[in-house]
Structures are given as C-alpha cells and as structure tokens.
C-alpha cells in the first residue's frame, strides 16, 4: 500500500462522522488530510424550551504522509506543530468539555527504533480553568506502510485499530 491509497482510505473512514479536507493548509503547514468532528449535547429539564446545560466535544485528525521517510527529528517537529495548532484551534469556552487532536504520520518506509520510541513516550494534555472549561489531548500515530504496522502514544491506544494499513 502506498501513501496516496492509505489517505484515500482514511478518507473513506473518515467520511461518516468527520467534515474532511484535503490539502488543507494549517498554520502555514500543509496537511494532506484535515478531518474535524463536533458533536453538542445538551441536558434538559422537562421539556426542551428548559435546557440546564450543554457541552461540546470535538475531535480534529491532522494527517501527514512523509513520501521520503522521517528522520530521528521528524516527530519533534511534528508534535511541536500538533501543540501549537491545538492552541490555535481549541477554542475554551463555558460549553466546551474536550478536544482531541490526532497527528497522523504516514511513512511509506519503516521507522526507526529512535523515531518510534520518541514518539510512544509523546504526551499532552492541557486542562482549561481546572476542567472547569474542559481539555485538550494529543494522540500521536506512526502507520507505518512497509511493516503494516501503527505505533501510537499512550492517548492514542484508544483509536489504534483505526488506522491499520489492511484493515
């Protein structure tokens, strides 16, 4: 599999729940896959004209397909730029409770041991005014194409499955 049939792939299973772009350009870095999810719940007392509260989650996936392979210092740059567009984009505010960002690093080549091993110790996680205003969370996901194989972050456990190349 190669990178343009992989983020066609992931297209295709982003497409149910996500608003999806690609080519998108983000903080003057150009993303081949920019997906953002919202979902606002709210809670209400008797009938829906009294609403007691609501919330909002929302989930942004920031893919990136690296044709030439990484080297030892490609995560780092990758990850400082998933911080500072999770600044830009999360927007705190009284109904927000979560944001989570998803960098995808897509290789058509094997990763290193270095690069693989940075990026599973890769963390982040911000709360807003105590969790008052919710949070923020940084899930970091190697796939790599030659090995067929997804090395993630602790955060990104969760979503691993998604992302493996024959599935």
């Not at 290193?112 to 940075?118: G, H, N, R, T, Y």
Request: proline share 3%; net charge neutral; hydrophobic share 35%.
């Amino acid at each position: 599999m190669d990178c343009k049939e992989y983020l066609n792939m992931l297209s295709e299973k982003y497409k149910g729940y996500f608003d999806v772009n690609r080519d998108f350009v983000l903080l003057d870095y150009k993303l081949d896959i920019f997906a953002q999810y919202k979902a606002k719940s709210h809670r209400y007392f008797l009938n829906k004209s009294l609403s007691l509260d609501s919330y909002e989650n929302f989930e942004y996936c920031l893919v990136k397909c690296f044709d030439e392979g990484i080297n030892i210092k490609g995560p780092d740059e990758f990850t400082s730029y998933l911080i500072k567009a999770a600044e830009d984009i999360v927007k705190p505010n009284s109904s927000h409770m979560s944001s989570c960002l998803t960098g995808v690093i897509v290789s058509p080549k094997s990763f290193a041991p270095d690069v693989i091993k940075k990026a599973e110790k890769f963390r982040y996680s911000k709360d807003f005014l105590f969790t008052l205003k919710g949070w923020c969370d940084i899930r970091l996901i190697l796939a790599d194409l030659e090995g067929n194989a997804v090395y993630t972050n602790k955060a990104g456990r969760e979503v691993k499955d998604n992302y493996i190349p024959f599935l």
